[in-house]
T-cell receptor
């Protein structure tokens, strides 16, 4: 079946603009996670949802970052007033249940100029 | 902060040899997952091992878990050029299931 998909795959934006990154999890997966990965490092947790409920947002760097999953399926990660330090690969993952394997999407490469 | 730490940071082996990498972590876990990443591309899930398991196999991969030492190992047998990649371990606690990743082991398989 289809895996986790993310869009756009690449996003270049000017500093100060808002961006919205989309994640479409594997159909039926309860849990959805957002991570951010810097070059040469492992992913770092941002936030996660079970169904539509945001369970943990402790990894969001500041209040410019927000995420939602209103119908318990597709999720959007929004970054307001982007800064150059926000440039990174943003990865989404989903799992059938919270303690199961997390399958990652291809990521969105965000570049803030 | 990252909980898992892989060792070694880099590994270079000849095709056909075995590759072993280790992961250490700090707090009690619910499960530990290993991933492969080729040249900064997607993260491919390899194996999940739960805290009550000691060993799992998948094809040429063997994962062990020692919760008393808070460590895990990934063994790749009969390596191939296509195994060239970065390998990450990631841990999930029972309080929440977000993954905490290490910095990875870069494996190069020479033909």
């Amino acid at each position: 079946g289809a895996g986790v998909s993310q869009s756009p795959r690449y996003k270049v934006t000017k500093r100060g603009q808002d961006v919205a990154l989309r994640c479409d999890p594997i159909s039926g997966h309860v849990s959805l996670y957002w991570y951010r990965q810097a070059l040469g490092q492992g992913p770092e947790f941002l936030t996660y949802f079970n169904y539509e409920a945001q369970q943990d947002k402790s990894g969001l760097p500041n209040d410019r970052f927000s995420a939602e999953r209103p119908e318990g399926s597709i999720s959007t990660l929004t970054i307001q007033r982007t800064e150059q330090r926000d440039s990174a690969m943003y990865r989404c993952a989903s799992s059938a249940h919270p303690s199961d394997e997390q399958y990652f999407g291809p990521g969105t490469r965000l570049t803030v100029t | 902060s990252q909980q898992g730490e892989e060792d070694p940071q880099a590994l270079s082996i000849q095709e056909g040899e075995n590759a072993t990498m280790n992961c250490s972590y700090k707090t009690s876990i619910n499960n530990l997952q290993w991933y492969r990443q080729n040249s900064g591309r997607g993260l491919v899930h390899l194996i999940l091992i739960r805290s009550n398991e000691r060993e799992k196999h998948s094809g040429r991969l063997r994962v062990t878990l020692d919760t008393s030492k808070k460590s895990s190992s990934l063994l790749i047998t009969a390596s191939r050029a296509a195994d060239t990649a970065s390998y990450f371990c990631a841990t999930a606690t029972s309080n929440d299931y977000k993954l905490s990743f290490g910095a990875g082991t870069t494996v190069t398989v020479r033909a």
